[in-house]
């Protein structure tokens, strides 16, 4: 911040640019030793006391400089308004004299105390060290197509896969249901077994239904009986039931089924905790099963009285092959030149056969690219360790070492999820950014662009696992390896902190600044130096009284994130605005809430606000222009929306907007689609409602500027129940033409022209296509065959539908075009007169077998109904 352009303004305007100047010449020569001092923390405790000082003031910095910004960017908004005394008075000459005053006196302040803390770093002979380049991306990224990047596979462990499935598919033991432990210590690769054996086609097929709850060492027997339920369900139960009332329906449940559950990652072994889950589960079939994955030999005991599948190390043979696929990815001339070879041999004997630090030491030296760093890797930090039971977390943390300054924040902070939890990539990102970790080097780049690059430098690294496609980033989930988990938390330190109603807020020290707690907790909070409030909905619902929301804005006024969906509150209360470091706000799934206050609009830096299924919100805002950092603002199945507020279109910086809806009646004085005309940077999924209102619709449904839009994956035009056919105003889909690099779109009640608009046929992008809508004019669709990309197209309430494609497909010389290459699902419903494929067959083509032209090579679902 220091060194940025607009703190430097900033200081100009408030007449403390020198003291600023001053400052980074002394934050400039701690830097330079920094990295000798974290170095020195692991064996020195004053070295580490010593960082931990120097943390502290620079948080104490941070949160100055943002009251600077803020102040500076509120006088930007409300300057120019000479309407009201109140802001002549703020900024009168005299008023911004005594605030610089009080500014320059808090930076030197500051300054006094870092030059302190600089003197003591001479007590330690620290020594500047060349500090590695930091980029927005790493040089050297894994192919996307390779060894290591394919889900499921694991090396080495064919006699467990095969012991596993003979377990599985044959009748054994007098108990119709019969338990199958799983044994071993962490990093060994249980739960992917147990994985590899749930997802096996043959198991799935074997029984009536499958399900896996994640255990973990609080062995809540009501919790997973819940988790069992909702899982063969679908459904989400009443938080409210008793114990009795649940056992009860597990029991009906699985009746007479022959069914699969996996208990994963169980510490408990207390027998009479287990027995009393265990007869709730003995009511199935004949050859029902349920697998155990453990750490712990008794835990075996207790839950089986068969032989416990102990999972071992793998042989070196194996080890070998996997290491050397992730090191070398088999395309590196490394893997065959024998100094490297016989280093990599020499470092895989410190691994211990153990799949999970071998994947993470053999990612750390991909990213070495010489000889000598792989001999000082080995010679000056392997060297002093052996992988044991015991030993596995020192080990990977050589591989955090080793990660560059920004990621390591980035992995500490992931601390906070609970274990097994699926993270949400998007999410992850953003909170990042909100916590200043994502560094933006380059003007032009996005600070999400740059954060998911951090996360596939950490992918790369093997932190994290169970990624998904990395194409629909909007989507992306992942998760972490319980001994991740742990040596996340080992390295976050005292900064972060759970706590669930198995702990309490008090254990918390005063220096915490990250904590994902339970809500009911929060009164017992103490302590105002948290950046991050987190709930995830997984803890315990409780609703938050105007007593707990007051606690966490006297406690909270340093607050960078805040997530607080799903409690069902319904006031927020006007004082949140005194957040104002606040960048991450999330109230989703709050169903009840109905209007938010002025006061939101008042916290200049806020970048995301998330409102997603808050059912009955009526209206943002009016002042929302004043969000000018405004990055996402998420509105999804708002369904009590009215209108958007004027002023939205100047959020320029805007990357998400999921949902704009037109005024009907314009009575609320809403926005109008021309406020879309200038929000280029939007990304992911918008969807426009209730365009049938529109009036003067030509003129407003070109200024939205839909084909400028080129971020967008996602397109839903929805026209709503009104549509005025006797409008003399020109309603055409010609005029919402979107950019070619759309992937989804969806039409929902278009009712007016029979014509297809023309730009259709530039969509060559598409993967997903669904129109629907009762009263819609179409008789027939343009030619969706030829789609390269087109995987799923829904075709729903097309009344007036006689044929899908108005000509047949014409191929060269004889032969068909291709036809629908890539469709796999295909849904015709609700289209009572139609007739045929095709309107009309070509002389050349009318001897041709339509079987032969209608070859869905790729499709593997579709419905289709005709009453």
Request: glycine content about 6%; proline content about 3%; some cysteine.
């Amino acid at each position: 911040k220091l060194s940025s352009f607009t703190l430097s303004q900033i200081g100009l305007s408030w007449n403390v640019k020198d003291d600023l100047d001053d400052l980074e010449r002394t934050v400039s020569t701690i830097k330079d030793v920094l990295l000798d001092a974290e170095e020195k923390s692991k064996t020195n405790n004053l070295v580490k006391v010593w960082l931990k000082k120097l943390k502290e003031v620079l948080y104490d910095a941070d949160d100055l400089f943002d009251n600077f910004s803020a102040e500076a960017l509120r006088k930007d908004l409300l300057g120019g308004n000479k309407l009201t005394k109140e802001v002549r008075v703020f900024f009168s000459s005299s008023n911004q004299f005594a605030y610089s005053l009080k500014m320059g006196q808090k930076i030197k302040a500051i300054k006094a105390r870092l030059t302190l803390i600089g003197s003591e770093a001479k007590m330690f002979n620290l020594v500047e060290r060349d500090r590695p380049m930091e980029t927005s991306f790493m040089t050297k990224r894994r192919q996307q197509t390779s060894s290591f990047m394919r889900e499921g596979e694991i090396i080495g462990r064919d006699d467990d896969k095969s012991a596993l499935l003979k377990l599985m598919l044959e009748n054994e033991g007098e108990e119709n249901v019969y338990v199958i432990p799983i044994v071993g210590f962490g990093g060994l690769g249980k739960t992917a077994l147990a994985k590899f054996v749930y997802n096996d086609e043959i198991v799935r097929g074997h029984f009536e239904w499958s399900t896996w709850v994640y255990v973990s060492n609080v062995f809540d027997v009501k919790r997973i009986v819940k988790s069992i339920i909702e899982s063969v369900t679908g459904k989400a139960l009443d938080q409210s039931l008793e114990m009795d009332q649940l056992g009860k329906q597990l029991r009906d449940k699985i009746s007479g089924i022959k069914y699969l559950l996996v208990l994963d990652d169980i510490w408990n072994e207390e027998r009479e905790a287990w027995l009393s889950l265990k007869n709730l589960l003995m009511g199935g079939a004949k050859g029902s099963r349920i697998i155990i994955t453990t750490r712990s030999m008794k835990v075996a005991k207790i839950t089986s009285t068969c032989q416990p599948h102990v999972l071992k190390v793998l042989s070196d043979d194996n080890a070998w092959v996997l290491f050397k696929e992730i090191a070398f990815e088999q395309i590196s001339e490394n893997s065959t030149n024998p100094a490297f070879v016989e280093i990599g041999k020499q470092i895989l004997e410190r691994c211990g056969g153990v799949p999970l630090v071998i994947r993470t030491i053999a990612a750390t030296l991909f990213f070495k690219e010489t000889e000598k760093e792989w001999r000082s890797f080995k010679d000056n930090e392997l060297v002093r360790l052996s992988v044991h039971q015991g030993e596995i977390l020192p080990t990977l943390k050589l591989s955090y070492n080793h990660l560059p300054s920004h990621l390591k924040h980035c992995f500490a902070f992931c601390r906070l999820y609970p274990k097994d939890h699926v993270i949400h990539v998007q999410t992850l990102v953003q909170f990042w950014i909100a916590q200043g970790y994502i560094k933006q080097l380059i003007p032009s780049q996005s600070l999400q662009e740059i954060g998911f690059e951090y996360f596939n430098d950490l992918v790369d690294r093997s932190f994290f696992q169970e990624v998904g496609e990395r194409f629909s980033r909007e989507e992306l989930t992942c998760k972490m390896n319980n001994l991740m988990h742990d040596l996340a938390e080992s390295v976050a330190g005292m900064e972060s902190s759970i706590v669930d109603l198995e702990g309490h807020a008090s254990q918390v020290g005063e220096n915490c600044r990250h904590i994902s707690i339970n809500p009911s907790l929060i009164p017992s909070l103490e302590g105002n130096m948290l950046r991050t409030l987190l709930h995830f909905p997984n803890m315990r619902i409780q609703i938050l009284s105007d007593e707990t929301w007051d606690l966490i804005i006297a406690n909270g006024r340093r607050l960078r994130l805040l997530k607080l969906d799903d409690i069902d509150f319904k006031m927020i209360p006007r004082s949140i605005h005194k957040l104002k470091h606040l960048r991450y706000l999330d109230l989703s799934y709050n169903r009840g809430l109905k209007i938010l206050p002025k006061g939101i609009c008042n916290i200049p830096n806020l970048q995301v606000l998330k409102l997603d299924r808050c059912w009955e919100l009526e209206e943002l805002p009016k002042k929302i222009e004043n969000l000018v950092n405004l990055t996402h603002l998420g509105c999804e199945d708002c369904n009590g929306l009215t209108h958007m507020p004027r002023g939205i279109g100047k959020l320029s910086s805007l990357e998400t907007l999921s949902m704009f809806v037109v005024d009907k009646d314009g009575s609320h004085g809403g926005a109008d689609l021309s406020e879309l005309r200038g929000l280029n940077k939007l990304r992911g999924e918008l969807r426009i409602r209730n365009l049938g209102f529109v009036k003067n619709a030509k003129e407003r449904f070109k200024a939205a500027n839909l084909k400028e839009k080129r971020h967008l994956r996602s397109l839903v035009l929805e026209w709503g129940f009104y549509f005025d056919d006797n409008d003399d105003d020109d309603k055409s889909l010609e005029d919402l033409q979107p950019h070619p690099n759309l992937k989804e779109l969806c039409i929902q009640g278009w009712r007016g022209d029979a014509e297809f608009p023309s730009w259709i046929s530039f969509l060559t992008n598409l993967v997903h296509i669904k129109i629907w809508g009762l009263g819609s004019k179409f008789k027939h669709l343009p030619s969706f065959a030829q789609f390269p990309c087109l995987q799923d197209l829904v075709i729903c309430d097309l009344t007036e539908l006689e044929y899908m494609d108005d000509n047949s497909p014409k191929g060269g010389q004889g032969e068909p075009q291709s036809f629908f290459p890539s469709l796999k699902y295909l849904c015709l419903r609700d289209c009572p007169n139609m007739k045929s494929w095709w309107r009309k067959r070509s002389i050349d083509d009318s001897n041709e077998d339509d079987t032969t032209v209608m070859a869905f090579p790729c499709l593997s679902l579709s419905f289709l109904f005709k009453d």
